[in-house]
C-alpha cells in the first residue's frame, strides 16, 4: 500500500499466527471494483465542469462507502478503508493526490490473459482516459520544460513520470496537500448535523461569497453520514450473527453510535472516538493532533460517571490504535500529548498517562506517539515516557517546547499565543494546528548539488542534469569559488522547486475545494475560501533535505584536503570519486580520517553550521513569493529517503561511498561520531534552532546504559541537552547484537522496533541497506 520497496506491507500469508486485527481483507472483488471504477469514473465525467468543491463533493460520495472496508474481528469502531487502484482524495496515496490512478496495476491486469478480453477492454477505456485527468498527470504536462530537467526528467527521462527511487535528484517538488491536522474540537462541539448547520448559517451571513463553496462542505457532511449509515447496517448484520455475548454487545453499541452521531452531538468518549475516527478516515488526513487534549473532557467525564474505567479506556484506545496500524501509513499518524497552550491541561496529563500504557502495550509503529515537554510539567509523564523508551517502543518522541516556540514564532512570523498550537507532522515538520499548512511538497538532496556543483552541473555519471552551472571542481581557484557556486546552486533549486510546489497547489484548487479540511480549519467558513485558496491564516510549504551531514562533512574535506592542505589535487579527487575510490583507497583512507561532524571539533561543526544556516535562509526568503507559499522553509527531517536518495547519489569527499545511504537528518554520519555522546550532544546542539520548520536528531543507547544508568547518566544527559536548547530527541534503546541476529534470523525478531529517522518500523520489515544504516549508528 505505502512504500512497499522500504516497508514490507503486512499480508495475510506474512503474519500467519499474529492478531487477525491488522489484517485487511478486500471487500470488493475484481468485478465489483471494475463496477466501481466505472461508475466513479462517469461521475467525473458528468461534473468535471462543475465548481471544484461541487466535483469534489459528487466525487467522494461516489467513493464512500465503497472504499471502506467491513467490520473485523475486534474492531470496536468502524473506519478501515481500501486503497483502489482509481480514487481521489486530499492524501489518496503517498505520492499522489487529488485524482489518482495507478497506472502500474492497470497495465498488469490489461496483460493478464485470464481476465476476460472484455474486462480487460474496460480496463483500457478507463486507463486512456484517466491518463490525461489525473491530477499529478496534470502537474507533470503543465511543468516548465527547463523546470523539469531539474526536477524530473535529468534531461534523460520523457517526464511522464516523476521518479524519485531510481533516478539521481538534486531537487524536486510533488502535488500534495499534506500535514493536515483538523479542529477536532470544533468537530466534536458541533457534531456532524452542527457543523452541516453552522455551514448554512455562515453562507447566509456572507451572501457575498460562492454559494458551491459552502453547498461542496454540505455535501462532503453528508457522504461521511451515509457512510456512517452503512457502517451502523454492517455492525447490526454481524451483532444478528454473533453468539458470544460480550462481541455482540459491542457490535451493538457500534451500531447505536454510528447512528446517533449522523444527528447529535458526541457524548461518551467511545462516541468522540468513533465520530473522530470516520471523519479523518474520509477526510484523508493523516495526522490525529492534540489528542489527550480533545479528548480529555471526555475520558474524565465518563470516569467520573463510571461509564468507564481506566482499563476500559485502554480497550477503546487499543482497538484505535489498531486501526491506525492497519493503515499501513508509517511516517505519519501522529497523536500529540502533553505541551503548553492546552484547553484541558489537569484532564488531558490524566489521557496522556493512559495514552502512552496503550503504546507500551500495543508495542507498534503507530501512532507516532509525541510529547511534547515544559517547564512545570507534571513529573510522572516524564517518567512515564522514559519507561516506555526503556522497553524499546521508540515511543514517545520528545520534544521541548520552550526550545521551539520561538522558532515557530520567528519562521511563521505569528504571535507567541498563535505558536502555542504549533505540531510535529508525519516526519517531523512543524506546523499550526489547523491554522497553518506548510505541506512538505520539495526535496533538496544536498549531496547531488554538491557533485553538481563540482561536476559541471551533472551527476557522478556525466547524464543526468543536476544543476545549472557549467564549472567542475578544477575550474574553482579558491575554496571560496566552489561555496559561491554551491549556495547559487540551493538557491536556484530551491526557486523552481518552490514555483513547481505553487503550481502543484493551483493544479490541486482547479480540481477539489478540499471540503472537510475547510470544514475543520479556521478561518475557512468564515471567508468563503478553502485552506489552500487563501482562507485560513496561512498556506504554505516546506522543503525536506537530504544529507546535510554528508554534505557538510565533504566539503569540510575539500577545504582542508585540496585548498588549504593540499593534500590531494582536484584532478586527483575528482577521479577517484568517479572511479568510487576503486583504485583509490589511499585518497579514501585520507578523507576519511578528515575532522567530521558529530565530535564536538569547532571548524567542522561550523562548516554544518554554515551549510544549514545558508540553506535555511535561502529557503526562508522564498516567502510570499508565490501563490499559496505564504511562509517557505527548511525541514531536516528523514524518513528512509536518506537510504533511498543515496543509492543514486555519487561517491562524496567524506570518504562515502556511491549507493551509501546519505547522513541521517540533523545527525553526524552513521559511525563517525567517535567523542563519546557529550561531544555529539554539543555538536548537534550548534546549528541556530529558530530559522527551520524542523529538525529531528535520532539518539541510539544501549539497554544497560538507558535502563540501568537512567539516573546516573540518562537523566543529566537530557537535561543538559534541553536545558541548552536541544528541541527534540527520537531514541532508539536497543543492543547492537540484537540487530545483528535479527539479519540471520529475521522470524525470531518480528517485534523488534527501531527509529529509522521520520518513522518507526519493525527491523526485519525494511529494506537491507537501511537496516545497514541503522545499525551503523554510533551505540553509546
Not at 424 to 430: K, V, W, Y
Not at 609 to 634: P, Q, R, W
Request: glycine fraction near 8%; proline fraction near 3%.
Amino acid at each position: 500500500m505505502y512504500w512497499k520497496e522500504a516497508y514490507k506491507t503486512r499480508t495475510k500469508e506474512a503474519y500467519q499466527g499474529y492478531n487477525t486485527i491488522y489484517n485487511n481483507e478486500p471487500r470488493l472483488d475484481f468485478a465489483e471494483l471494475l463496477d466501481h471504477m466505472e461508475r466513479f469514473t462517469e461521475v467525473y465525467k458528468e461534473c468535471k465542469n462543475d465548481p471544484p468543491a461541487i466535483r469534489e463533493a459528487k466525487c467522494l460520495d461516489a467513493q464512500f462507502p465503497q472504499i471502506m472496508l467491513g467490520i473485523m474481528p475486534n474492531d470496536l469502531f468502524c473506519g478501515r478503508a481500501d486503497i483502489f487502484p482509481l480514487g481521489m482524495n486530499a492524501q489518496y496515496i503517498n505520492s499522489e493526490w487529488g485524482f489518482a490512478m495507478n497506472f502500474d496495476w492497470f497495465d498488469e491486469k490489461i496483460a493478464d490473459e485470464e481476465i476476460p478480453e472484455n474486462d480487460r477492454e474496460r480496463l483500457k477505456a478507463l486507463r486512456n482516459y484517466w491518463v490525461d485527468h489525473t491530477s499529478t498527470k496534470k502537474f507533470l504536462a503543465e511543468m516548465d520544460p527547463e523546470d523539469k530537467v531539474y526536477l524530473v526528467t535529468g534531461g534523460v527521462t520523457d517526464g511522464t513520470v516523476l521518479d524519485l527511487a531510481n533516478y539521481p535528484h538534486a531537487a524536486t517538488a510533488l502535488q500534495r496537500v499534506a500535514g493536515i491536522f483538523l479542529d477536532y474540537h470544533k468537530l466534536l462541539e458541533y457534531g456532524l448535523e452542527g457543523l452541516y448547520e453552522l455551514i448554512g448559517t455562515k453562507q447566509k451571513e456572507h451572501t457575498e461569497y460562492d454559494l458551491n463553496f459552502y453547498t461542496g462542505m454540505q455535501m462532503g457532511i453528508r457522504t461521511v453520514q451515509k457512510t456512517l449509515l452503512w457502517y451502523a447496517d454492517e455492525a447490526k448484520t454481524l451483532a444478528d450473527q454473533e453468539e458470544n455475548g460480550d462481541r455482540k454487545s459491542d457490535l451493538q453499541e457500534m451500531e447505536r453510535i454510528c447512528r446517533k452521531l449522523t444527528k447529535e452531538r458526541p457524548e461518551s468518549f467511545r462516541e468522540a472516538i468513533q465520530l473522530v475516527i470516520i471523519y479523518t478516515m474520509i477526510d484523508g488526513a493523516r495526522e490525529w493532533g492534540r489528542m489527550d487534549d480533545y479528548l480529555a473532557p471526555f475520558y474524565v467525564n465518563d470516569l467520573r460517571n463510571g461509564v468507564i474505567d481506566e482499563e476500559e479506556a485502554i480497550r477503546l484506545l487499543t482497538s484505535f490504535w489498531q486501526l491506525m496500524i492497519a493503515k499501513e501509513q508509517v511516517t505519519d499518524d501522529r497523536v500529540i500529548i502533553g505541551g503548553l497552550g492546552r484547553k484541558h491541561p489537569k484532564e488531558a496529563d490524566e489521557l496522556a498517562l493512559v495514552i502512552m500504557e496503550v503504546s507500551r502495550r500495543v508495542r507498534d509503529i503507530v501512532p507516532q506517539l509525541t510529547l511534547r515537554m515544559y517547564e512545570g510539567m507534571d513529573e510522572r509523564l516524564y517518567k512515564k515516557a522514559m519507561d516506555c523508551i526503556g522497553e524499546g517502543t521508540t515511543y514517545p518522541m520528545l520534544y521541548q517546547d520552550e526550545n521551539i516556540i520561538p522558532g515557530v514564532m520567528n519562521v511563521f512570523g505569528i504571535s507567541y499565543e498563535e505558536a502555542l498550537n504549533w505540531m510535529p507532522l508525519g516526519c517531523g515538520e512543524f506546523t499550526i494546528d489547523h491554522s497553518i499548512i506548510v505541506s512538505p511538497n520539495s526535496v533538496l538532496n544536498l549531496a547531488n548539488v554538491l557533485w553538481g556543483t563540482i561536476n559541471g552541473g551533472y551527476d557522478a555519471t556525466g547524464t543526468y542534469r543536476l544543476t545549472p552551472n557549467d564549472t567542475s571542481l578544477t575550474d574553482y581557484q579558491t575554496f571560496d569559488e566552489l561555496w559561491e557556486t554551491f549556495c547559487k546552486n540551493v538557491e536556484f533549486l530551491t526557486d523552481v522547486s518552490a514555483r513547481n510546489h505553487s503550481r502543484g497547489y493551483e493544479i490541486i484548487a482547479q480540481d477539489m475545494s478540499l471540503n472537510l479540511h475547510n470544514i475543520l480549519y479556521d478561518g475557512c467558513i468564515e471567508n468563503g475560501k478553502g485552506v489552500i485558496s487563501g482562507g485560513t491564516v496561512k498556506c504554505g510549504g516546506s522543503d525536506e533535505i537530504y544529507g546535510i551531514v554528508t554534505c557538510s562533512d565533504s566539503l569540510y574535506a575539500v577545504k582542508k584536503c585540496v585548498f588549504e592542505d593540499k593534500s590531494i589535487s582536484a584532478e586527483e579527487l575528482l577521479k577517484a570519486l568517479k572511479k568510487n575510490y576503486q583504485g583509490y583507497e589511499d585518497v579514501r583512507n585520507l578523507l576519511l580520517n578528515v575532522d567530521k561532524f558529530g565530535n564536538d571539533l569547532e571548524d567542522v561543526d561550523n562548516m554544518m553550521k554554515a551549510v544549514h544556516e545558508m540553506v535555511c535562509n535561502t529557503m526562508l526568503a522564498i516567502s510570499g513569493k508565490y501563490y499559496g507559499l505564504d511562509c517557505f522553509g527548511m525541514v531536516n527531517i528523514n524518513n528512509r529517503d536518506n537510504t533511498t536518495y543515496g543509492r543514486h547519489t555519487g561517491a562524496t569527499p567524506d570518504g562515502r561511498r556511491a549507493g551509501d545511504s546519505l547522513s541521517n537528518a540533523n545527525n553526524p554520519t552513521s559511525g563517525m561520531d567517535k567523542n563519546g555522546v557529550t561531544a555529539f550532544i554539543n555538536s548537534l546542539l550548534k546549528a541556530r534552532g529558530d530559522i527551520h520548520f524542523g529538525t529531528v536528531q535520532n539518539m541510539k543507547f544501549s539497554k544497560e546504559t538507558f535502563n540501568d544508568m537512567r539516573e546516573t547518566i540518562i537523566y543529566p544527559l537530557m537535561d543538559s541537552y534541553f536545558g541548552r536548547g536541544g528541541t527534540q530527541a527520537m531514541i532508539n534503546v536497543i543492543g547492537k547484537e540484537d540487530l545483528e541476529n535479527a539479519r540471520k534470523e529475521p522470524e525470531k525478531y518480528s517485534n523488534l522496533i527501531v527509529r529509522v529517522g521520520g518513522f518507526s518500523a519493525r527491523y526485519v520489515e525494511l529494506a537491507d541497506d537501511v537496516q545497514l544504516d541503522i545499525l551503523n549508528r554510533t551505540l553509546n
